[in-house]
């Protein structure tokens, strides 16, 4: 079945007249058909597909979306009661550039709402599943990107990664995802979550496509004003077979109380898998990284009360009506009750903190000493990668929690991201690779981080350890 | 450090958002727990660090001051919930 191969395995295919678009897309239809029901990676499938019959770059090769980007004509709800009926008037950048190359964009994947949460169950459409056990959330907040890859319900994907919105679901599905260099991607028609930490990313079965993602997407873009005007290079170009000469570190904090000793077990024989082929490794200290989930809860939850006031009920989405009791007035009361109606629990919560954290007597207390630690946590990264090539971590600290399980407690929830988070304070770029399962065959993820617009580095490290390890080949079982 | 639900509803008024009584009491529990978690931050030193808003270099980013194509009224107004004629209707603003 062609649903179940990698996106460069289908051009190669296709070039061999051995696949055709038509065949793929009657391939993942059968799949969704099958598997949807169980997984619900999708907040929405396409109703009707446009054919991209065109001879370019990708051949019409399907990708999902997760629904926080916008693609012209499509819903784009965050799943989100706030944006219910929002139908995107316009592409982002990163569509703009897809069409352009011959994708075909391919339904809207199911996010924890505006990309508040590690799990996915925040979404109005209800959770996403994760395909290795059904019992167990997916990751999040690109939950229904990861699972959808992982079940084979789509090609490959774009998530968005704000503390590890890509990279923790993408370990916690046994798939590649990578989080580019801040600046790297276009954020315009990325609905904003946190401005100064959100990026665009892929989510695909191997490096390879993740390679071949990122060169679609990469560049600089004038509609973005924080996009970088640095070239790309073709991130295809950098896989070798030996990492002779590649020094790796292994920052002594990641590796202490909360990590799960299958995970430890796992990321230990990685560093073998590594170290055999020519790779050496030190131990190093990233002294601020215990700060940085209260810094990452400060910042982002300021810039997402920031972002989430256009929300208010007149220009789109959901409007709530006025309560005629309320003394504000009715414009002020539409206001509250639009948002107080469609916005679910958890970006209430976060409008609130971040709201708490900007207000005055406040603001130097949490906002500006949360920037100052972010110095911190950045300089620390610096200080390292003046001698590294990468630093090697697991991508989250336990394998997937059960559905429901961490709902209730918000902090316990926040510290699933412990290790994902610093990448988005220090802007640099990181990638998660499938390192393992748990007895209980739960995916296990592996997370390398780099220089900031080094994504080649990681993309040789990631490649080389792919050719020599089993884990992306694996697939769950359905039972379909 | 303690947020009251006085305090919660105080905050929710600041980012007109409408909570029920359950909401405000939930929030002021769950606001504090995660407040006496950062409270960790006090014991940093920070008092010769620069804060980071921005982890790029910044220069400023200038353009020719042309116009370009833009959304026309009708795409602008088609997502809005109410409209009258090339505008965005909302509820009286002025008694």
């Keep these: 079945m062609l649903n179940s191969k990698t996106a460069h395995e289908l051009l190669d295919l296709i070039k061999a007249g051995k696949a055709s678009q038509d065949k793929i897309l009657s391939d993942l239809k059968s799949r969704i058909d099958k598997v949807e029901p169980k997984v619900k990676a999708y907040a929405h499938l396409p109703k009707e597909t446009d054919y991209v019959k065109q001879d370019s770059l990708l051949k019409g090769i399907p990708i999902a979306i997760k629904d926080n980007i916008c693609t012209k004509g499509q819903l784009a709800t965050c799943a989100s009661r706030i944006l219910e009926n929002f139908s995107a008037p316009y592409d982002a950048t990163v569509i703009e550039k897809l069409k352009e190359k011959g994708a075909l964009i391919f339904g809207k994947t199911n996010m924890d709402e505006f990309a508040f949460g590690s799990s996915c169950e925040t979404s109005c459409y209800g959770p996403t599943r994760n395909p290795w056990d059904l019992k167990r959330v997916p990751g999040g907040s690109s939950g229904g990107s990861a699972a959808a890859v992982a079940a084979d319900e789509a090609i490959w994907a774009l998530g968005s990664d704000t503390g590890g919105s890509i990279r923790q679901p993408a370990s916690l599905c046994a798939v590649v995802g990578l989080k580019p260099t801040y600046g790297r991607v276009s954020r315009y028609g990325l609905i904003a979550f946190a401005s100064s930490l959100d990026q665009i990313g892929p989510i695909t079965k191997d490096v390879h496509d993740a390679a071949l993602l990122l060169n679609v997407i990469a560049g600089y873009d004038k509609k973005d004003s924080t996009c970088a005007d640095i070239p790309a290079v073709d991130y295809t170009s950098c896989f070798t077979k030996d990492l002779k000469g590649v020094k790796i570190a292994i920052p002594k904090e990641y590796f202490i109380g909360g990590l799960d000793k299958e995970v430890e077990e796992s990321v230990k024989q990685a560093k073998a898998v590594l170290g055999k082929l020519g790779a050496t490794f030190k131990e190093v200290s990233l002294p601020h990284t215990k700060y940085a989930v209260s810094v990452y809860y400060i910042i982002a939850t300021a810039e997402a009360s920031s972002n989430l006031a256009r ?49 005055s007597g406040y603001y130097d207390a949490y906002y500006l000493r949360a920037l100052k630690v972010r110095t911190l946590i950045k300089n620390d990264f610096d200080k390292v990668f003046k001698d590294f090539d ?5 991508t989250s600290p336990t394998a997937a929690f059960k559905i429901g399980e961490r709902l209730e407690d918000p902090l316990s929830m926040y510290l699933s991201d412990i290790y994902t988070i610093s990448a988005n304070l220090a802007g640099i770029p990181a990638i998660s690779l499938p390192c393992g399962f748990t007895k209980d065959k739960l995916p296990i993820g592996l997370q390398l981080l780099s220089a900031p617009f080094k994504e080649e580095d990681l993309f040789k490290v990631s490649y080389a350890f792919e050719q020599n390890t089993p884990w992306h080949k694996m697939k769950p079982d359905l039972k379909v | 450090m303690n947020i009251s639900k006085d305090t919660v509803k105080y905050v929710a008024n600041l980012a007109r958002l409408g909570l029920n009584d359950e909401e405000l009491e939930k929030f002021s529990v769950q606001l504090n727990d995660i407040l006496q978690y950062i409270e960790q931050l006090k014991e940093v030193d920070i008092s010769k660090i620069q804060p980071t808003a921005h982890v790029l270099d910044i220069k400023n980013v200038k353009r020719e001051d042309k116009p370009a194509p833009s959304l026309s009224i009708e795409e602008t107004l088609s997502n809005s919930p109410q409209k009258e004629g090339s505008f965005f209707k909302v509820p009286k603003v002025i008694e």
Excluded at chain 1, 322 to 333: E, H, L, V
Excluded at chain 1, 390 to 394: D, I, K, R
């Design chain 1, 390 to 394: 990468c630093v090697l971590t697991p």
């Design chain 1, 311 to 359: 929300f208010d009920g007149v220009q789109y989405g959901f409007r709530g009506k006025p309560s005629a009791s309320d003394k504000s007035g009715q414009m002020i009361s539409m206001y509250k009750q639009t948002r107080g109606k469609g916005f679910g629990l958890e970006a209430k919560r976060r409008i609130i903190l971040g709201t708490y954290v900007l207000s």
